[in-house]
C-alpha cells in the first residue's frame, strides 16, 4: 500500500482505511505520513457539525472527548498505513486508554484541527500513541492513548 501512497489521503481514502463514517469520521485528510512513526492530518470544524447543536447553543465548543477520538481515529490511520497492507475486515481498533489529557484551547467552528500523532510503542496487539492536536500552530489539546486492535464479532 505504501509503495503507491500519495498524499494528501483524502476523506475516500481515508473511508476506505477506517470503519467511522459521518458524523463520526473525525479526520478529513492526511498530509504527512512516516511509517511506523507519525502521521500529520486534519479535521475541518464546521459550524453545522452535530454535536455543536448542545455543546454549548450560542457558544460552539468542540467536545475535549471528540478531539481526543480525532487523535485516535488519526493513529488508526497510522496504524494501517505502517503495515503496507489492505485493514483486515475481520479486525477492528478500539481506543483503550487515555493518559496525561490536557487541553489548552477551545476547538471552535471555523478552526482546522491539526492532528499530529506519533508510535511510542507497539505491545502484541496494542499500540501507545502519543498526539497533539493544534490550531493554527497552537496546541489546544495533548494525550497519549492506548488502542488494542481485536476480531471484530
Given amino acids: 500500500m505504501s509503495n503507491t501512497l500519495q498524499l494528501p489521503i483524502d476523506a475516500v481514502g481515508i473511508q476506505k482505511l477506517l470503519p467511522h463514517r459521518y458524523p463520526f469520521l473525525l479526520v478529513d485528510r492526511v498530509t504527512e505520513f512516516e511509517p511506523g512513526k507519525r502521521i500529520l492530518a486534519y479535521k475541518n470544524v464546521s459550524t453545522n457539525?452535530?454535536?455543536?447543536?448542545g455543546h454549548f447553543p450560542g457558544h460552539p465548543v468542540m467536545p475535549g472527548v471528540l478531539v481526543i477520538e480525532a487523535m485516535a481515529q488519526a493513529g488508526g490511520l497510522l496504524g494501517y498505513l505502517s503495515r503496507d497492507t489492505a485493514p483486515d475486515k475481520d479486525m477492528i481498533s478500539y481506543l483503550v486508554k487515555v493518559d496525561d489529557a490536557k487541553f489548552s484551547r477551545m476547538v471552535v467552528p471555523g478552526d482546522r484541527l491539526e492532528l499530529d500523532v506519533s508510535i511510542k510503542r507497539v505491545i502484541r496487539n496494542m499500540?501507545?500513541?502519543?498526539?497533539?492536536?493544534?490550531?493554527?500552530?497552537?496546541?489546544?489539546?495533548c494525550a497519549e492513548i492506548l488502542c488494542a486492535e481485536v476480531k471484530a464479532d
Fill in 127 to 141: 499500540t501507545l500513541f502519543t498526539g497533539i492536536a493544534r490550531v493554527d500552530g497552537e496546541q489546544v489539546a
Fill in 49 to 53: 457539525e452535530q454535536f455543536f447543536q
